[in-house]
């Protein structure tokens, strides 16, 4: 684990980019036809360098919200900005997907034709800047930083999902992102495999602070990795209640079984158990 | 349909696009077989064929001639006899090689070896051994759907989800119960699609039948589109040859949508996702 | 020699295949698959020479066959020791190779196009599936009609089914890569031609694989077709000929011919997919992970 680093939010603001502020956001689908209301008015406001996870049941919407910022939809009113900047909104309704939000897909997007190392280096390679031995150096030094070495001239297809999901952070990670939108990415893994991942995401994040925008719908798993936690309504969704997590950072697993995690847990539970009620009984298929 | 919905329809920039494109082709095909006769000079192949204006209006003729609808029942006949062949044996086949894997081992090679024999090579010896033209047209025709809807019957079969079938085991359920409950329907969207695609074959293999055996004068049935297109061939009526091309080819189309809305009715669970 | 399950997931390359060889001969599979064969075999023996059934007796026979195609000097003109027996061979070989590469270097790149924009799409699928229906013999007539000489319509029949058969399954897969993965593409920073180097042609390089495969069949089908109806020399013709000569024996050697060389034609197009597709290979391999 890296050295104790003073993590307070305060200080960080001026100097961390990567400010996401979501007004007023509403997306409707298909509106001339079912007119399905999947995000209602939705304001979030995130600094720069806050680990936000947005906490919900199945089918809520969060996804959508996610899709909006990483520019793979439109909305249909309200605005985004990223430190200040017009993401999407009027006028513009689709933000362009960019490599100032990259997003780490759920079911993983690594190139399967590629090598692990071939997938790190595609985004720089892509934009040419630097030079290939450049390009190389720094994939191979930030692989064995995450504790990928070994595992360079392997294919996606052949290793675990859990080391699949690194390099995928990896491969992100090269373009110095503002913003890492990560959509339920550790659904899959068995709780086991999780709790490692959870600690390696944490340790990657102390070394390259990057704003992370973080869909799950696991309480442990947003309360163990958030600054914050948003919980929000089923679907259309909305911010339902904000749950602030004053645990330090650096971060182990020893949180996990401390009294202020487990009064945390309380103080979420309520709200999201009634949420995940209201999507059950309405039937909702999970996104 | 909804009347809103079809009029977006027509009115919709991809439907426009694709009438555009079909509309130069016809005009490239009209002017490069007029060329010869407006400036003298003759097109390379296009120039050769008769032109669109032409073709239609020697089918304008031909509706009215009750001997060109024969050759269209002929043919389709020909096609549903041995596409229904095809599918009734096809299809056990297939399953019981799925569901026994003794019977697979011994039965798969052989199929497998006799598979990249192409169905018209079975011609003279089909002739050779069926009594009458008409059955050695239907052998072969049922030969060339009979590989398609195996291979897609065994591929479906294979790819059955595990679970499904140890989920009827564990709630007590025959053998035969599971494989009427849960093999026949998991494997009925294979069966769909390995049924299209044998249907396209079969028109396939019954219009080059009709041409070799009719054409090829060995004393073969008579009819069928097929043999319309190499009749006005040999007789030199060039826009019939056309005619007979399009007519085979809506016929075919035709066919393979009846195919998959009749599949569709039978897997409704397929819609929803 | 008692392998472990643990001891074979370690192995690779050439252990790992004679692992897999030997496992097979002590399964009951080569032997049922004798047993398949031969049935078939002992079949067409029986009904065509010893009972001499109707309809069967008029066919050639079992050793009628084998008899001419290994003879020094064939009855009827064709066994593995006349040279003209590989004329023909090469001849639809060589006709099989013009169509299919000719289709695979033109249905490719359509296939892709067709799959990536959607505005090509619209303007040129359409016209693409009013042409596709018509079966490939209806062409015959049209064929010799726009091409001199013999062979040019021979190929260009088989060049067309091929043809067909590549781009659309090219398109399809086009279509069926998962859309994250473009995404991906894009928030790396890649632009539309990147996306679709990097991308749209490696993940659809498996379906375009599967697709030549379907087209080299196809091809086949095709080739023996124009061969029949029209064309000197060849498999088809040779087929075709054996019947109007009455040299029934012949009709079988071709039709086997076909087969062994269509099997491999179609395998060494796969093998090809997996060369180029050394991922998939090992990914499959390693089965569920």
């Not at chain 1, 409707?28 to 304001?43: E, L, Q, R």
């Not at chain 2, 004068?217 to 008579?222: E, I, P």
Request: aromatic fraction near 12%; include cysteine.
């Amino acid at each position: 684990m890296s050295a104790a680093m003073n993590t307070d939010t305060n200080s960080q603001k001026n100097i961390i980019k990567g400010a996401i502020r979501i007004e007023e956001v509403v997306k409707v689908y298909d509106p001339d036809g079912a007119a399905v209301m999947a995000v209602d008015h939705c304001s979030i406001d995130i600094p720069g360098g806050e680990i936000c996870m947005i906490v919900g049941p199945s089918g809520c919407g969060k996804t959508t919200l996610l899709n909006a910022i990483a520019g793979f939809h439109d909305i249909t009113s309200g605005q985004i900005y990223l430190d200040d900047e017009l993401l999407c909104g009027p006028g513009k309704m689709k933000a362009e997907p960019g490599s100032d939000r990259i997003v780490v897909f759920q079911n993983g997007a690594l190139f399967p034709w590629k090598s692990n190392l071939e997938n790190v280096v595609f985004g720089p390679m892509m934009a040419g800047k630097l030079s290939k031995d450049e390009v190389y150096e720094k994939a191979l030094k930030m692989m064995a930083d995450a504790g990928l070495n070994g595992t360079e001239h392997s294919f996606p297809g052949e290793v675990s999902s859990g080391l699949r999901r690194r390099v995928e952070i990896v491969r992100a990670l090269m373009l110095d992102p503002k913003v890492l939108l990560f959509d339920e990415p550790y659904r899959a893994l068995d709780s086991l495999t999780k709790s490692v991942m959870h600690e390696a995401l944490l340790d990657i994040y102390y070394k390259n602070k990057v704003t992370i925008f973080f869909i799950t719908h696991d309480l442990e798993e947003a309360i163990f990795l958030g600054h914050r936690l948003i919980i929000m309504s089923s679907r259309p969704c909305k911010p339902k209640k904000v749950v602030e997590v004053d645990i330090p950072h650096p971060r182990d697993y020893s949180v996990l079984t401390s009294p202020r995690f487990r009064e945390l847990m309380e103080e979420a539970k309520g709200v999201v158990h009634e949420e995940a009620k209201k999507a059950f009984e309405a039937g909702e298929k999970e996104g | 349909m909804n009347i809103i919905k079809l009029k977006d329809k027509v009115l919709s920039r991809a439907f426009w696009r694709g009438i555009i494109s079909i509309t130069i082709f016809l005009l490239i095909w009209e002017v490069g077989a007029r060329f010869e006769g407006w400036f003298g000079y003759l097109v390379p192949w296009i120039g050769l064929i008769p032109p669109p204006t032409d073709v239609f209006a020697s089918w304008g003729g031909l509706i009215g001639d009750p001997s060109y609808w024969g050759s269209w029942y002929l043919s389709f006949m020909r096609v549903l006899g041995g596409f229904c062949a095809a599918m009734i044996i096809g299809i056990p086949f297939g399953l019981f090689m799925a569901v026994n894997r003794t019977f697979h081992d011994t039965a798969f090679p052989s199929f497998e070896i006799l598979r990249p024999i192409p169905p018209l090579a079975w011609v003279p010896a089909s002739i050779i051994f069926w009594p009458t033209a008409e059955l050695s047209i239907a052998f072969v025709t049922f030969l060339g759907a009979f590989y398609t809807i195996v291979i897609n019957v065994l591929g479906g079969a294979k790819s059955i989800n595990k679970q499904y079938l140890q989920a009827a085991q564990s709630m007590g359920a025959s053998q035969w119960d599971i494989f009427r409950r849960v093999v026949l329907p998991a494997t009925l969207p294979s069966i769909v699609v390995g049924s299209a695609v044998g249907m396209g074959i079969t028109w396939e293999v019954v219009v080059a039948a009709e041409m070799i055996s009719g054409g090829g004068g060995s004393g073969g049935a008579g009819g069928g589109l097929g043999f319309f297109i190499w009749n006005s061939y040999v007789g030199g009526s060039y826009e019939q040859i056309v005619v007979g091309m399009i007519s085979i080819g809506i016929a075919g189309y035709f066919s393979s949508e009846m195919l998959r809305s009749l599949g569709g009715r039978l897997t409704p669970w397929l819609k929803t996702r | 020699m008692n392998t472990t399950s643990l001891e074979a997931s370690e192995m690779t390359g050439m252990a790992l295949t004679m692992y897999r060889i030997s496992n097979w001969l002590k399964s009951p599979k080569p032997y049922l698959m004798l047993i398949g064969v031969g049935f078939l075999l002992g079949i067409w023996y029986l009904f065509v020479e010893v009972w001499k059934l109707p309809r069967f007796e008029d066919m050639p026979g079992l050793t009628e066959v084998v008899i001419e195609y290994f003879s020094k000097d064939p009855i009827y003109g064709l066994s593995v020791f006349t040279p003209e027996y590989y004329t023909h061979i090469g001849i639809s070989l060589r006709r099989i190779a013009y169509a299919f590469f000719l289709a695979t270097a033109l249905g490719v790149p359509l296939g892709l196009l067709l799959g990536w924009s959607k505005k090509f799409n619209e303007f040129i699928f359409p016209l693409f599936e009013v042409l596709r229906p018509i079966p490939i013999l209806a062409w015959v007539p049209l064929a010799i009609i726009m091409f001199s000489g013999s062979e040019t319509p021979v190929i260009f029949l088989t060049f067309l089914a091929s043809f067909f058969a590549t781009t659309l399954n090219t398109m399809l897969g086009v279509q069926s890569i998962d859309e994250s993965y473009t995404r991906a593409a894009r928030c790396l920073g890649a632009n539309g031609w990147q996306t679709f180097r990097h991308v749209i042609v490696p993940g659809a390089m498996p379906y375009i694989f599967t697709g030549l495969q379907i087209s080299i069949g196809v091809a086949w089908f095709s080739l023996v077709a124009g061969e029949m109806v029209s064309g000197q020399f060849g498999l088809g013709y040779v087929i075709n000929t054996a019947y109007t000569m009455v040299t029934y024996p012949t009709i079988v050697i071709g039709m086997i011919t076909l087969g062994v060389v269509g099997f491999v034609t179609s395998t060494m197009v796969r093998m090809a997919g997996d060369f180029m597709m050394q991922w998939r290979v090992r990914e499959l391999a390693l089965g569920d992970n």
